[in-house]
C-alpha cells in the first residue's frame, strides 16, 4: 500500500532528516515507527500526507507516485487518510460533535449520514454522551479518544498517528492502542510514530527503527 | 439491460445528491458567515458602519451633480443678456434707452456700461492696452446688462428680447452664456470629482473589507490548518470568507442607502426653496430603484472583491503544521 524507494529528504538548512530510506507497508498492517527525536519520524509521516515532498527518491500510495501529485489534487490524497495527534488539534471553538464531523463535512457527505457515522464513531471510542461538549470540558484522554474518533470518522484505509499517546499516563495509553488495535482488526493499515517502547512490545506488530534519517531495524 | 438501467439511475441519484449536499453545505456556509458576524456586533456594526459612509458618500455626491445639471438645464431661460447699441448713437441716447428697458416689468436691474468705460477696462487689460492706445477714436458700442425678474416667464423674456433686436438704436442682443458656461465647467469638474471619490471610497472599503477579513482568516487559524490535514480543498477553506465579505458587501449597500434617504431628506426643504427662488421648471432627482442598484451592486462588488483579494494573499501561507 505504501512504498518508500530509496526516499531523501533534504530540508533548507541542508540538514537530511531521511537519508536513503526504503520499505514496504502491504495492507491491513499496523507498523510502529520508533526512534530518538530527530530521527526523521515525522518527516517520514508528514511525506506520506504530503506535508513535505521527497528531495530524492519516491513516495508511493497504492502504486501513486504522490511526490509528484499536483498541488490541487493533494486534498483528495489527504481524505484518504486518518490522522491523529499528539496534541490532538481539536477546536476549541467546536462541540465534539463538529469535531468529528470535520472530515465528513469536508468529504461532502449528507448530514443524515454524518449524524449516523459520528455518533457511531463516538460509541466506538465511548464516550457517546459528550456530544454536545467542548473539548475543553474533557480529559486529555477523552480529548484524544475524540482526535482518534475524528480520524476514523471517514473510514479512512490508512491511519496515521503521531505520538498519539505522548501526553497520556500508561492506563490511558493501553486504552488509545487498544482502540487503534481493534481498528487495524477491521482491515485499516496503521502507522503508528511513538517512542513507547512498552507498549509496542505489548501489542505486538511490526517495527521500523528509524536513527538519525535511516532506517535501522525492521 | 434492466440492471445497466438501474446502474445509470443510481449513479444519477448519487450525482444528484452530491449537489443537493453541495448546496447544502453552501447555505450553512452562508448563514455561518452571517452568524459568525453576529456574534461580535460591534466590530461587525462598525465595519458594516464604514463601508456604508464610503459607498453613500459617493452616491450622494452624484445625486447632488445630477441634479446640478437638470437645474443648469433649467435655466436656459432665465439668463442675463446683454443690449449693444449702434455705432455713433450717444451717452444721452443710450441712458434713455437704459431707462426705458429698466421700466419693463419683467426686467430686475440693468447696469450700464459706457462705450468710454469699456475702452478703460481695455485699456487695463495687459494684452489689448497697446492696440487700445494706437486708436484714434473709440470703436466700442455701450452696453446695457439686463437682469431679468425671477419670475419672468420664459415667452415674456423672448419678446422683450424681439422687442430690443427690432430697436432703431440696438446693434446686437446677446445672452450673457458666461457664468452658465462656468457653472458647466463646474458641474464637469464635480463629475469627475465624483469619479475620483467613488474609486478611492471604493479602494478603501476593498481595502477595509481586506483587512476584516484577514483579521477574521488569523482568527481561525487552527480550522483552516486542521481542515486542510483533513483534505480541505482551497474552495472549501474559502467559502466562509467569500461568503463572510459577500454580508459586509451587502449590509454596507444597505446602510448607504438608508444614509442617503435620510440626507435626501434633510436637503428636502432648502432644495425646494432653490427651485421656488429658480421659478420652478425643474423636478429634482431623488433616490431611484437604479441608484439603489448601484450602490448595492458595488456594495457586493467591493465586498466580494475584498474578501477574494485577503484570502488569496493570506489563505495560501497557511499550510497545515504538525
Not at chain 1, 4 to 22: C, P, W
Not at chain 1, 106 to 119: F, H, L, P, S, T
Not at chain 1, 188 to 213: S, Y
Not at chain 2, 205 to 233: H, M, W, Y
Request: aromatic share 6%; proline share 4%; net charge positive.
Amino acid at each position: 500500500m505504501i512504498r518508500f524507494d530509496k526516499v531523501t529528504k533534504r530540508y533548507n538548512q541542508g540538514r537530511d532528516a531521511l537519508r536513503n530510506v526504503s520499505f514496504d507497508i502491504d495492507s491491513g498492517e499496523l507498523i510502529f515507527l520508533t526512534g530518538h527525536s530527530g530521527a526523521g519520524k515525522s518527516t517520514l509521516l508528514k511525506l506520506i500526507t504530503l506535508i513535505e515532498r521527497p528531495t530524492h527518491g519516491q513516495v508511493l500510495v497504492e502504486g501513486r507516485n504522490i511526490g509528484r501529485l499536483p498541488r490541487q489534487r493533494i486534498p483528495a490524497h489527504r481524505r484518504q487518510i486518518g490522522m491523529v495527534f499528539q496534541d490532538h488539534k481539536l477546536l476549541k471553538d467546536r462541540t465534539v460533535f463538529e469535531n468529528i464531523a470535520l472530515p465528513m463535512v469536508i468529504a461532502n457527505y449528507a448530514q443524515r449520514e454524518i449524524r449516523g457515522r459520528v455518533r457511531a464513531a463516538l460509541d466506538y471510542v465511548g464516550l457517546q454522551n459528550k456530544e454536545t461538549h467542548t473539548p475543553a470540558m474533557l480529559s486529555t484522554g477523552e480529548q484524544q479518544r475524540i482526535g482518534i474518533a475524528r480520524a476514523i470518522v471517514a473510514r479512512p484505509k490508512l491511519l496515521i498517528a503521531d505520538e498519539p499517546t505522548g501526553n497520556l499516563d500508561p492506563q490511558l495509553s493501553l486504552d488509545i492502542m487498544n482502540l487503534f488495535r481493534r481498528f487495524n482488526e477491521v482491515g485499516v493499515t496503521m502507522l503508528i510514530a511513538t517512542h513507547d517502547l512498552g507498549l509496542i512490545e505489548q501489542l505486538g506488530g511490526r517495527l521500523i527503527v528509524l536513527e538519525n534519517g535511516e532506517i535501522k531495524a525492521d | 439491460m434492466v440492471k445497466l438501467r438501474r446502474t445509470e439511475e443510481l449513479t444519477e441519484l448519487r450525482m444528484l445528491r452530491t449537489v443537493n449536499n453541495y448546496l447544502i453545505r453552501h447555505a450553512q456556509n452562508c448563514l455561518g458567515a452571517l452568524g459568525n458576524m453576529v456574534r461580535k456586533p460591534i466590530a461587525s456594526m462598525l465595519t458594516i458602519t464604514v463601508i456604508g459612509i464610503a459607498l453613500a458618500l459617493p452616491s450622494a455626491l452624484s445625486i447632488i451633480v445630477r441634479n446640478g445639471q437638470a437645474l443648469a438645464g433649467g435655466l436656459e431661460d432665465l439668463r442675463d443678456f446683454s443690449v449693444y447699441t449702434k455705432p455713433g448713437v450717444s451717452l444721452g441716447q443710450a441712458e434713455d434707452l437704459r431707462t426705458r428697458i429698466d421700466n419693463e416689468t419683467v426686467v430686475r436691474s440693468t447696469q450700464f456700461i459706457s462705450a468710454s468705460e469699456a475702452l478703460e477696462e481695455f485699456r487695463d487689460d495687459e494684452e489689448l492696452s497697446d492696440l487700445v492706445r494706437a486708436l484714434t477714436d473709440n470703436p466700442l458700442p455701450h452696453t446695457i446688462v439686463v437682469r431679468p425678474t425671477l419670475d419672468a416667464q420664459p415667452a415674456t423674456l423672448k419678446a422683450l428680447k424681439n422687442l430690443l433686436v427690432q430697436h432703431p438704436l440696438v446693434d446686437l442682443v446677446k445672452l450673457d452664456t458666461e457664468w452658465v458656461q462656468r457653472f458647466s465647467a463646474i458641474l464637469d469638474f464635480a463629475r469627475r470629482a465624483v469619479w475620483v471619490a467613488t474609486i478611492l471610497l471604493g479602494g478603501a472599503v476593498i481595502i477595509i473589507i481586506g483587512n476584516t477579513i484577514r483579521l477574521d482568516i488569523e482568527n481561525r487559524r487552527a480550522e483552516i490548518e486542521v481542515s486542510k490535514l483533513f483534505g480541505a480543498s482551497d474552495g472549501f477553506v474559502r467559502r466562509p470568507f467569500l461568503y463572510t465579505g459577500f454580508w459586509y458587501g451587502l449590509f454596507g449597500g444597505i446602510l448607504a442607502s438608508l444614509l442617503l434617504v435620510l440626507s435626501m431628506w434633510l436637503l428636502n426643504g432648502p432644495v425646494e426653496r432653490l427651485i421656488r427662488l429658480y421659478g420652478g421648471g425643474f423636478e429634482p432627482f431623488g433616490i431611484d430603484g437604479r441608484t439603489l442598484l448601484t450602490i448595492f451592486s458595488i456594495g457586493l462588488l467591493v465586498g466580494l472583491s475584498g474578501a477574494w483579494l485577503a484570502v488569496a494573499r493570506h489563505l495560501a501561507a497557511i499550510q497545515p503544521r504538525v
